[in-house]
T-cell receptor, first 115, second 112 residues
Framework: GAGVSQSPRYKVAKRGQDVALRCDPISGHVSLFWYQQALGQGPEFLTYFQNEAQLDKSGLPSDRFFAERPEGSVSTLKIQRTQQEDSAVYLC?????????????FGPGTRLLVL | DQQVKQNSPSLSVQEGRISILNCDYTNSMFDYFLWYKKYPAEGPTFLISISSIKDKNEDGRFTVFLNKSAKHLSLHIVPSQPGDSAVYFCAASDGANSKLTFGKGITLSVRP
């Protein structure tokens, strides 16, 4: 595909359940970012990968959040023991170059609702 | 503490007129600024960017102005079209790992 894709588009979880969100970046893009967007807010940075290396995870709100990109392409954001405050849209973005400031291209997001 | 501020939550303009969307920032380390447009149920779409070494960047109907001394940037859309109706986010980067810091967004409505 031409753009960043994310799956699932919508996820409803019961509090305490584990969820896994997938991101397929644009082919060839080295950098991959995860953002969390709460209702009425702008996206907030969670974590950043350069190829398979997770270079910055300072935005992850707790140790229940874990992200990986084992082969430097597809990435998975996992949330363990989900809480109601985890309800948000999770956005993935990719950019071409390593670590430089580049335009980030966003996927459609996964809307997570924790009941 | 919001480092990127979009203080007006909404703006309504007449089709054909100019739309001016404002953004302020507090972090003097920011050196690259971007505007994104977002439709409901879609991800943000890149519109235009500007480096801190410039004070203006133009792309078709869209122009971004940067005033570093005031830590202020603005997006001008001329002429505005109904299809421009969306939420617009201002974002900034300090270059380190290039993560973006976003404002809360402004909802633009262009009336036919």
């Amino acid at each position: 595909g031409a753009g960043v894709s994310q799956s699932p588009r919508y996820k409803v979880a019961k509090r305490g359940q584990d969820v896994a969100l997938r991101c397929d970046p644009i082919s060839g893009h080295v950098s991959l970012f995860w953002y969390q967007q709460a209702l009425g807010q702008g996206p907030e940075f969670l974590t950043y990968f350069q190829n398979e290396a997770q270079l910055d995870k300072s935005g992850l709100p707790s140790d229940r959040f874990f992200a990986e990109r084992p082969e430097g392409s597809v990435s998975t954001l996992k949330i363990q023991r989900t809480q109601q405050e985890d309800s948000a849209v999770y956005l993935c973005a990719s950019s071409l170059n390593e670590g430089r400031v580049e335009t980030q291209y966003f996927g459609p997001g996964t809307r997570l609702l924790v009941l | 503490d919001q480092q990127v501020k979009q203080n007006s939550p909404s703006l309504s303009v007449q089709e054909g007129r100019i739309s001016i969307l404002n953004c302020d920032y507090t972090n003097s380390m920011f050196d690259y600024f971007l505007w994104y447009k977002k439709y409901p149920a879609e991800g943000p779409t890149f519109l235009i960017s500007i480096s801190s070494i410039k004070d203006k960047n133009e792309d078709g109907r869209f122009t971004v102005f940067l005033n570093k001394s005031a830590k202020h940037l603005s997006l001008h859309i001329v002429p505005s079209q109904p299809g421009d109706s969306a939420v617009y986010f201002c974002a900034a980067s300090d270059g380190a790992n290039s993560k973006l810091t976003f404002g809360k967004g402004i909802t633009l409505s262009v009336r036919p």
